[in-house]
């Protein structure tokens, strides 16, 4: 190397120097890039393109791998969300029924101010055996109601009548059930009778009005309420329309079948009138 | 003392089967309703021990069973099912002890039995509160016993299962 340097020293040095010329020349001469510089960027181009792709590709791998990540935890979340978008949509749908039926009642409140104390509560079982008409509430005497209580729905329809009531728990004899008996009266010919279960009409859900006068002239239709005559239970709670007027065995007397106005098997809550003030 | 103590293990055995029996009816059969009428299961469970168990002993587990009923279900009277029950034990009872061993058979009748005096007896009540529905109340009671007499067969199976795992000596 030193011999080679001692050598050819100078003519490197020359060289060197006509190189460095030449390019300085051509660089002030040529527009773009000098030939030489263009030769090597383009021998080194694939290289460049060769190693941005595998830096693009290995970037793009892991920005997949950060976006399927963030995604995952962001679909996570939202399917949460939307879990407890759902179950509010229910619990209003469910409020919405609720707020419907105390609007109801709170109408019902405003027409009737004799009734003074109401408790809502749960329908918890229905019919128990073939030869009753029951239904089982969720309320009882922690909550101030009694055996003789009226119980109605929403729309102010009478159901029937506490027959027993526990710490948490009551039981209604519906208006259909052979042990209900209660005065009623035609709202519109303010006729008098006692509207009772019928066992043979039970499973058909009706009633019957007896004990009417011998001149009344009911038509199909007809609402009949609870006179509320005995201070027993309030008046003018609907019990049922009149369905068909017959004539008792002896054929001197008639009586009404009447269709009750609540649904007895539809009913999910109902109210209990646990006060009501009698109207003279 | 052992003897006490199987008399005891029986009765037990007996006794969570006959609320193995009151759950299934109070949670799911009361939901039902087949030709108008739910079935109706406590006629058979006061009916169906007493045929293996003999007059005595069935009647007294029919007269718990009556009893547990009138604190479960609304009557017309307090104590009807305790009034009736006992009956129905004391006839499946004799009928298993005279005329007919214990088994499906035996057990249909006595649930026959049962059924008919629960009927008769609603149907009794009604008329002396001056509101006679003897039509209707027959018609409910075989409806009734229609649609409860095929649980005769499942419930004869449990019943005597007990029986047998009670009796190993006899």
């Known amino acids: ?249 002896s054929g001197a007397a008639s009586y009404a079948i009447l269709d009750p106005a609540a649904d007895f098997d539809a009913l999910t809550e109902v109210f209990v009138i646990k006060s009501f003030e009698i109207v003279t | 003392m052992i003897a006490r103590n199987e008399t005891i293990f029986k009765w037990s055995l007996y006794a969570a089967a006959t609320a193995l029996c009151f759950l299934i009816q109070g949670s799911l059969l009361q939901r039902l309703v087949f030709w108008g009428v739910i079935p109706f299961l406590y006629p058979l469970l006061a009916a169906i021990p007493p045929t293996f168990e003999g007059p005595l002993a069935g009647t007294i587990f029919s007269l718990c069973v009556g009893a547990a009923c009138d604190l479960l279900l609304p009557g017309p009277v307090p104590c009807l099912y305790t009034l009736v029950f006992p009956l129905a034990g004391l006839c499946a009872g004799l009928l298993s002890q005279s005329w007919l061993p214990a088994g499906f058979l035996c057990s249909f009748v006595s649930a026959a039995a049962a059924f008919l005096l629960h009927g008769s007896f609603r149907c009794l009540i009604l008329w002396m509160r001056g509101t006679a529905a003897w039509q209707a109340g027959a018609l409910v009671m075989v409806r009734e016993f229609c649609v409860a007499a095929p649980f005769v067969i499942p419930l004869t199976l449990l019943y005597r299962s007990v029986f047998r795992r009670t009796h190993l000596d006899d």
């Open chain 1, 1 to 249: 190397m030193k011999n080679f340097l001692k050598q050819h020293g100078l003519w490197v040095l020359f060289a060197a120097a006509v190189l460095s010329v030449s390019l300085a020349v051509m660089s002030v001469l040529s527009a773009n890039a000098s030939p030489l510089v263009n030769l090597t960027g383009v021998l080194v181009s694939p290289f460049r393109a060769g190693y941005t792709a595998v830096a693009t590709w290995f970037n793009d791998l892991q920005n997949y791998y950060k976006d399927t990540t963030d995604l995952q935890a962001e679909n996570a979340a939202l399917r949460q969300q939307i879990a407890k978008m759902e179950e509010t949509i229910r619990q209003a749908e469910a409020d919405v029924e609720e707020n419907k039926k105390f609007r109801e009642l709170m109408n019902l409140t405003k027409q009737r101010r004799d009734l003074t104390d109401f408790e809502a509560a749960m329908v918890t079982e229905h019919a128990v055996s073939n030869w009753t008409s029951s239904l089982t509430l969720n309320k009882g005497t922690s909550l101030g109601i009694e055996a003789g209580d009226c119980v109605i729905d929403e729309c102010g329809n009478l159901v029937g009548v506490i027959s027993q009531a526990g710490t948490n728990w009551s039981t209604v004899l519906t208006l259909v059930d052979t042990d209900t008996s209660l005065g009623a009266q035609v709202f519109r010919t303010k006729d008098l009778g006692v509207a009772q279960g019928d066992f043979s009409m039970m499973r058909k859900n009706r009633l019957r009005l007896d004990y009417l006068p011998a001149d009344s002239a009911l038509l199909a239709g007809d609402i009949v309420v609870t006179s509320g005559l005995s201070g027993h239970y309030p008046s003018g709670l609907v019990i049922g329309s009149v369905e068909e007027v017959r004539l008792d065995d």
